[in-house]
């Protein structure tokens, strides 16, 4: 049964691929090794969020020309879009897997959906793996070393309950105490249809025309 997965298999699934040299450039996970179903989407969702990031940290720079971040802006919209994809797979290989169940008269709605939580797992395992280099860091000062120790002991705390969440959530979905449904998130600004800017909608103050 697909949706048998639980928050630690995730975190470790995360950490994994993040000790691969390559990664997220190349991808050893689920999907690379066949698995399919909702690991495939985990997968996919922690390397778009690894794409992300890298991208998101080169957008930063100011040491190269205009063109160049603006051609970085456009693959952050793209792994962006990329990610929340995931996202919603995941929810819906999740949901197909508890349409049987009943649930329970006054069982409660998360607003938070499964997939939600495990793209927020995924996010905190980014951010572990990056403090812990810097704490770790042979060449920076004890203050440094001192500040990102600290942050990295409460990304940890966040990370763990977050972890006992979404186990409480998928232990009370699969007995029909809570449930989560599927949100799409109409990314709109990637939408030429929508977005004004790119069907000729836009007003001078930037809003669109009714």
């Known amino acids: 049964m697909q949706s048998e997965i639980d928050a630690v298999s995730i975190v470790w699934f995360h950490d994994r691929q993040l000790r691969e040299r390559d990664w997220p450039v190349m991808s050893h996970g689920a ?7 909702v690991w ?24 190269v020309p205009p063109a160049e971040i603006a051609a970085g802006k456009r693959l952050i919209d793209r792994y962006n879009q990329k990610r929340n994809d995931a996202v ?22 998360s607003s938070e959906t499964a997939g939600a939580m495990i793209d927020r797992l ?14 770790q860091r042979a060449d ?11 942050k990295l002991e409460r990304l940890l705390t966040q ?20 449930y989560f449904k599927l949100y799409r998130q109409f990314k709109m600004y990637n ?15 930037g809003r669109a025309t009714p």
């Open 159 to 178: 990370r763990q309950d977050l972890v006992s969440c979404l186990d409480l959530l998928l232990t009370e979905a699969r007995a029909g105490r809570a």
């Open 40 to 63: 495939e989407w985990i997968d996919d969702n922690h390397r778009y969020n690894g794409l992300l990031w890298h991208e998101e940290d080169r957008a930063r720079r100011l040491d």
């Open 88 to 109: 919603e797979s995941i929810d819906e290989a999740l949901l197909a897997d508890l349409r049987h169940v009943v649930c329970e008269p006054g069982a409660r709605l």
């Open 122 to 135: 995924s996010i905190l395992a980014l951010k572990i793996h990056h403090m812990r280099a810097q704490a």
């Open 140 to 150: 920076a000062d004890e203050a440094h070393v001192r500040t990102c120790t600290g």
């Open 31 to 37: 999907g690379a090794s066949g698995a399919s179903g």
């Open 191 to 205: 939408d030429p249809a929508l977005n004004p800017y790119l069907n000729g909608q836009a007003t001078p103050n």
